[in-house]
């Protein structure tokens, strides 16, 4: 055979090759063509999820969509730009709709399956917090989905109930007895314990007329602070009647204690008496005129003027026993050159005693509570803030793509604990302060008022 005809031979062969490896890939082509579903890619898309609320508890209502896109290649790695639509009728496949409290569904907590392309899942909580999504129960390769995510935020009442009222001040003490924490159980125990408790006893206690006898019988004119005068004056004609006749006699014994040229013959005579004459004479003047006077001021001080009635016995007033210590101390030392720094004495003991006992532990009490209540408000505010981290950290833990809403929400209920806490701690705290000031300075007022009196006594005789 010639070289000629051998490369026709050849020439014959390719083409018979080249046309048979044409026919096959025609054929594998139209195979592929006719069964694509292996190779096709499927995406199951969420369209709709709405949370309602009803008496019975949330529903929630999803709608999903399927779509297709075919390869271009039998490895199915190469596929067309556009999704289109399929219906729901050319396939048999079951959807579920799962809801778990993390976006990584690791703890699914209710599931819903259909055939449809819509569910409602109903009666889910209140108080919980929720992440759904559509899933295919058995799908085919090259699948994919995406989800909708929802928050269902913490209700006390469904619709139909009766909603609460926090406005008003009933309102916003129940919401601050549910949200304040212990803190403010303590701050309003402690204040009403101080309001009806510690308060009326201080007032009680330190009333003028509790301190001073007063001119007239009758709770309202004790209680009212009125007549402030005929409490507490003696040098006015309307002053206290009890302070002026114990004055009365006093300042009689007291001008006793010295002579005066009147208790001689003549003024001649008043010069030239011995010391030894003078003494005589004052002594004779104070067993005459001054210690008759002591005597009687001690009784009054004792059984009270006549005619005054009281509503107890002059010796459970305070400056009744004040004036008696003086008194007292005046007619055992009798009217020796020391007895005025006796009577100084005994008076200013027995008025820092008296003074003492009006305070008691009532008033130091209003400062300590008035001092506590904000302490405690700051430390259920430290509380209140830690709690709102914590809640945060903890819910960011286990679901980290959870909604701004839910990380709002736990930061609220430590925030409304911390305002909470510190609005009673300085509601309360700031008025007893104040309160406590108050009665300090009343307490002060008394006993300058004590001092005035007897010094104003002395300096007068």
Not at 48 to 76: Q, V
Not at 193 to 219: E, Y
Request: aromatic fraction near 12%.
């Amino acid at each position: 055979m010639s070289l000629k005809e051998e490369q026709m031979k050849f020439n014959r062969i390719a083409k018979v090759m080249l046309a048979a490896i044409f026919g096959i890939l025609v054929v594998a082509g139209a195979a592929t063509a006719e069964n694509p579903g292996e190779l096709d890619s499927l995406w199951l898309h969420t369209s709709d999820a709405r949370w309602e609320k009803t008496e019975e508890g949330f529903n929630l209502s999803m709608e999903w969509e399927l779509y297709i896109r075919k390869a271009l290649n039998r490895r199915g790695t190469e596929f067309s730009g556009e999704w289109s639509a399929l219906s729901l009728e050319d396939v048999d496949y079951t959807f579920r709709i799962e809801l778990a409290s993390d976006s990584s569904f690791t703890n699914v907590i209710k599931t819903e399956e259909t055939t449809e392309a819509s569910a409602t899942v109903r009666g889910l909580d209140f108080e919980s917090f929720y992440i759904a999504r559509v899933r295919i129960v058995d799908p085919p390769i090259n699948y994919r989905d995406d989800f909708a995510s929802g928050t269902i935020y913490k209700h006390e009442k469904a619709v139909g109930g009766a909603s609460e009222d926090n406005s008003g001040v009933i309102g916003f003490i129940k919401f601050s007895f549910k949200n304040g924490g212990w803190q403010t159980y303590v701050i309003i125990a402690l204040a009403l314990m101080a309001l009806f408790g510690v308060l009326p006893l201080t007032w009680a206690r330190m009333r003028l007329a509790n301190v001073f006898p007063p001119n007239k019988p009758g709770f309202l004119y004790s209680a009212l602070p009125f007549d402030r005068v005929g409490k507490t004056d003696h040098l006015s004609p309307r002053g206290n009647v009890f302070v002026r006749e114990v004055a009365k006699y006093w300042s009689r014994a007291m001008a006793a204690m010295a002579s005066d040229p009147s208790d001689w013959e003549s003024t001649e005579a008043f010069i030239k008496a011995s010391a030894q004459e003078q003494d005589e004479v004052k002594k004779r003047r104070w067993l005459d005129i001054g210690l008759p006077a002591i005597e009687q001021a001690i009784d009054v001080c004792k059984n009270g003027v006549p005619g005054i009635k009281l509503k107890k016995k002059p010796l459970d007033y305070p400056l009744p026993r004040v004036l008696l210590a003086a008194l007292e101390n005046q007619r055992i030392n009798r009217n020796n050159w020391w007895t005025s720094q006796e009577m100084d004495r005994a008076a200013d003991n027995t008025s820092f005693k008296e003074i003492d006992n009006l305070k008691g532990w009532s008033v130091t009490a209003f400062w300590a509570i008035g001092s506590i209540e904000p302490m405690l408000g700051l430390f259920g505010t430290v509380e209140g803030i830690q709690k709102s981290f914590m809640n945060i950290q903890a819910q960011l833990k286990e679901n980290p793509d959870s909604p701004m809403a839910e990380t709002i929400e736990n930061l609220a209920g430590g925030i409304h604990q911390a305002l909470i806490t510190t609005f009673y701690g300085l509601l309360f705290g700031i008025p007893f302060m104040l309160i406590y000031y108050y009665y300090r300075g009343k307490a002060d007022w008394i006993f300058s008022k004590w001092e005035e009196i007897i010094i104003d006594l002395l300096n007068r005789a």
